[in-house]
């Protein structure tokens, strides 16, 4: 199997000023080879860096420290074998999908002839025949999505980076993009030695992958490396599929056990008030909850499984789960959900009860909403200014950050009527209009 | 004044310069609102030099330039109808044209004039949008309106 090396990252480190000098880390300690033949994956979540590694290997930008070579020749600038797929798409609307597919060969200054010859052919191999002169507003994105693969394949590159070339399809679509390439894959009917495909699908990354690599963040590292070895065709129903699915599910949702020494604070445990807060509605909490008591599940739910019973992508399922870990609603191990005592009676209980309960555990579990709280209770006023409470956080983190925190609290604190906020005023306030 | 230019040449190019503005910033607000991901396929693909300039940049600032441009039209005939009738002290310089024939009957407070030169100011708006920009800005739109 250990061919030829397509690729090779080696203690790639990318991080990014800030504007108060310090730099922010993104992806650190990367090192990944691609063989010939091999399709990996990069999985993780949004804001794992699997995204900006792509964009170090597609040499649109570089990295801080480390070395990216490709066919042994460090990469600094994009490379002619190397092509990629855009999760947007991103066609150009005013180029029918001829054009947007011989852009790549004009831009290499080939005969016309030969563009006319390997557009086409790309065109063909992909399933577009017959839509050469329409615009891209006319196709549905699935294919749409064919018009990106065309054009990377037309430039018969050695590497195809696929940015989560699936997400933006909807579930029917994408399966059948996925099985076609494949299927061409499998056929070695593409002009491509090795794939490096970008996702937070758990499933797509078993289903498609030769070797996923899972990243955790903050800063974005690789967590650990898994061979698939089932054999192509896989069936997503097979029980060592699934075993393997879950079993991601458990490494992704374990929590980190000693966490790099004077590293950044990880997202929940040792939670203090400079912890930066998820972006989660009310509305999410209560509908898993909701979901999770309910049958089948009676509290204790597989993560996976209800996943794909919410139609829930592990994106949006973990911030979700996370934040039900963290007011102590809900416990999350070993790829399953459990909801705790409390949790079970909010998920029982009526609108009143719920805020009740869910105000309790906001100023228990939450060291910035009793902040808040603490200091509108102690001033006569009962009112404090936004920027008061974004000074303190911004010793803690990036100013976008402590905006987007002081957000999550202030939507959460209105559901439990903990304490009101004025936008227009950017004041905080303890008056509840009743 | 010393030159005796024709006023009707001379006053143009200044009433065209003063609305370039107009433009310009219409394309700077087109140029900057090229998505990311699309100027990353110009650099993986290398498309460079006029093929970008070609396939990429103008198209894509087009529409931003047609909504400029008609700003900018509309500012210039604002602007040459006032401008047709210039005063310098007691010299008054005068080109021919729909301004100056407008601002002539007001002065001598002929109303059957007035009404005949805003009138035809009025369908001369309306037939030039009809029949220019209208088909131009709906062209842009439709073929090279990001999405």
Same mark, same amino acid.
Do not use: C
């Given at each position: 199997m250990n061919t030829t090396s397509l690729l090779q990252c080696a203690d790639v480190r990318k991080s990014f000023p800030k504007p108060d000098g310090a730099e922010l880390l993104v992806l650190e300690g990367m090192n990944l080879e691609l063989h010939e033949g091999q399709i990996v994956g990069l999985l993780g979540r949004s804001g794992s860096g699997k995204s900006t590694l792509l964009r170090l290997i597609a040499g649109l930008s570089e990295p801080t420290s480390g070395n990216v070579t490709y066919m042994g020749q460090p990469i600094d600038g994009p490379a002619a074998g190397i092509a990629m797929v855009f999760q947007s798409f991103a066609l150009f609307p005013w180029l029918t999908v001829f054009e947007n597919v011989a852009l790549g060969l004009e831009a290499q200054r080939m005969p016309r002839a030969e563009i006319r010859k390997r557009s086409l052919a790309a065109i063909d191999l992909i399933g577009l025949d017959g839509f050469e002169s329409a615009y891209p507003r006319e196709l549905s994105g699935g294919m749409r999505q064919r018009v990106g693969f065309a054009r990377a394949l037309v430039v018969h590159p050695n590497i195809l980076l696929m940015d989560e070339p699936f997400s933006a399809l909807d579930v029917l679509t994408a399966e059948t993009l996925r099985t076609d390439f494949l299927d061409l894959w499998g056929e070695g009917r593409m002009p491509i030695k090795g794939v490096i495909l970008v996702t937070h699908n758990i499933e797509e990354a078993v289903l498609m992958c030769d070797r996923i690599l899972v990243f955790g963040s903050n800063p974005g590292r690789i967590l650990s490396e898994i061979k698939v070895t089932l054999p192509q065709p896989r069936n997503r129903l097979d029980p060592s599929f699934r075993e393997l699915v879950e079993s991601i599910y458990v490494e992704m949702t374990a929590r980190p056990k000693g966490t790099v020494a004077g590293g950044r604070q990880e997202r929940f445990p040792g939670l203090g008030i400079g912890s930066v807060l998820?972006?989660?509605?009310?509305?999410? /909490?209560?509908? /898993?909850?909701?979901?999770?008591?309910?049958?089948?599940?009676?509290?204790?739910?597989?993560?996976?499984?209800?996943?794909?019973?919410?139609q829930m992508e592990i994106d949006e399922l973990f911030p979700v789960a996370e934040t039900l870990q963290m007011l102590r609603f809900a416990e999350v191990e070993g790829g399953d959900i459990k909801l705790t005592e409390d949790g079970m009676a909010f998920a029982h209980a009526a609108v009143d009860e719920r805020k009740r309960i869910f105000m309790r555990h906001l100023l228990?579990?939450?060291?910035?909403?009793?902040?808040?709280? !603490?200091?509108?209770?102690?001033?006569?006023?009962?009112? #404090?200014?936004?920027?008061?409470?974004?000074?303190?956080?911004?010793?803690?983190?990036?100013?976008?950050?402590?905006?987007?925190?002081? !957000?999550?609290?202030? !939507?959460?604190?209105?559901?439990?009527?903990?304490?009101?906020?004025?936008?227009?005023?950017?004041?905080?306030?303890l008056e509840n209009p009743t | 004044m010393t030159w005796k230019l024709n006023p009707d040449i001379y006053l143009s190019p200044l009433m065209i310069l003063g609305t370039q503005w107009y433009i310009l910033f219409n394309v700077i607000a087109g140029a900057s609102a090229i998505p990311t991901e699309m100027r990353y396929v110009a650099a993986n693909f290398k498309v460079t030099g006029w093929l970008w300039w070609r396939k990429v940049a103008?198209?894509?600032? /087009?529409?931003?330039?047609?909504?400029?441009?008609?700003?900018?039209?509309?500012?210039?005939?604002? #602007?040459?109808?006032?401008?047709?009738?210039?005063?310098?002290?007691?010299?008054?310089?005068? #080109?021919?044209?729909?301004?100056?024939?407008?601002?002539?009957?007001?002065?001598?407070?002929?109303?059957?004039?007035?009404?005949?030169?805003?009138?035809?100011?009025?369908?001369?708006?309306?037939?030039?949008?009809r029949l220019f920009w209208r088909p131009?800005?709906?062209?842009?739109? !439709?073929?090279?309106?990001?999405?």
């Open positions: 998820p972006q989660v509605s009310t509305n999410l /909490l209560s509908g /898993l909850m909701e979901a999770v008591s309910a049958k089948p599940f009676n509290g204790t739910a597989d993560l996976p499984k209800i996943a794909s019973d919410l228990s579990y939450v060291p910035l909403a009793a902040h808040i709280r !603490r200091v509108l209770d102690e001033r006569a006023s009962h009112s #404090a200014r936004k920027s008061r409470f974004i000074d303190e956080l911004e010793d803690f983190m990036s100013e976008e950050a402590a905006d987007q925190t002081l !957000r999550a609290v202030v !939507r959460w604190a209105r559901y439990a009527e903990a304490f009101a906020y004025d936008d227009e005023n950017a004041m905080f306030s | 103008l198209p894509a600032v /087009l529409p931003f330039y047609v909504t400029g441009a008609i700003t900018a039209s509309g500012g210039s005939w604002n #602007a040459a109808i006032v401008a047709e009738l210039a005063s310098w002290g007691d010299t008054q310089v005068q #080109a021919r044209g729909l301004g100056a024939y407008i601002a002539e009957a007001t002065t001598a407070g002929d109303f059957h004039r007035i009404v005949l030169g805003i009138g035809m100011m009025s369908l001369f708006v309306v037939v030039i949008n131009l800005y709906y062209y842009a739109e !439709r073929k090279y309106r990001l999405t």
